[in-house]
């Protein structure tokens, strides 16, 4: 079989060009060209190995087909990323275009609704609080004061909720430039209203569980002081009861957390309760033995004991006065800033 003289390729018998580099295979006469040197016919011969060409390099134009294929995934990213851009510019303006949005008049209206149903809440504290507090004026039954803190923590918690919701409704308010300041000084409020509230929330409950700790215990004193037991049974019946009245009521008061700033007066008042411990022991020895001189330290430690329990108690009573007024004085700073937004 021959072969191409050029590229090694086998070729017909017949052929005048080779099908592979495309050689002429015979000269004009007709007569075959010899094969690649070192070749014989029958014997395929080794391709021809080309030198390098050197020089720079052509790039290749890609085909039609992959110019399509690139589109396919090219041109939906381009635009998803266009319409998210879109969509971010719009959100941006409307969000900058927000607070301009809002004029004075709509402002002043929206905040002075929010305000004035706060402003109602407080009001009744207020009303609430004077009237409370001059029923408790010279009282001495605990059960008395234990329901009026009870109801007390019952008003402060209607207004915290109050105050909350005018504070969420005006921190989603974008006021206009003329009333930023008045706004800030309205979120300030609201702020120092939250606190505040929450405190006193904290000291009436604690106050309320001091007392009903102690119910019961005052009148059963009273009766060792003023005498009220008629027979020695009755005596030793009453001196059990308060013995029993004394451990459960230590064992209340100790469970009872105070709220910040007061754990100086929880201590002392932890104190001054348990020395009502000596007393009772001489009162027990004083009517087992008869034993007059008892009798009389017990009287005296009893006197102590209520004298330290009556001081205890002003200091509680002076700081429900200072809880009152600061109540009070937000009240008042409430219907200052409602002067300053109706003169907007």
Known sequence: MPFCPHCGREVGEEATYCARCGSR?????????????????????????????????????????FKVARRRWVYPVVGGMVILLAAVAVLLALFLAGGRGMSLQEYKERAGNLHGEAGESLSELGLEMEEIAGSLSGSEDPEQ???????????????????????????GMRPPKEAGSLHREFLDFYGECELAFAEAGLFFTYSRELISAMVGGYAKLTRFLTGDMATEEDIYRAMG?????????????????????????????????????????????????????????????????QSGMSLLAGELESRFDEVSDELMNLGEKGADLEGELMAL
């Not at 006469?29 to 720079?56: D, I, K, N």
């Open 25 to 65: 295979l015979r000269e004009a006469g007709g007569e075959r060209m010899p094969s690649v040197a070192g070749g014989t016919e029958g014997e395929p011969r080794a391709e021809a190995t080309l030198p390098p060409v050197e020089g720079p390099r052509v790039p290749v134009a890609p085909s039609p087909a």
């Open 145 to 171: 004061i234990e329901d009026a803190l009870a109801e007390m923590e019952g008003l402060l918690d209607e207004c915290l909720a109050a105050v909350r919701e005018a504070r969420n409704g005006l921190q």
């Open 241 to 305: 009861a308060l013995e029993e009245y004394y451990s459960d009521s230590l064992k209340e008061l100790q469970a009872v957390q105070p709220p910040r700033g007061l754990e100086d007066f929880h201590r002392r008042f932890l104190e001054t309760w348990n020395g009502i411990s000596p007393v009772i022991a001489d009162l027990r020895m004083a009517l087992a033995n008869q034993d007059p001189a008892k009798l009389a330290s017990a009287e005296s430690g009893l006197e102590r004991w």
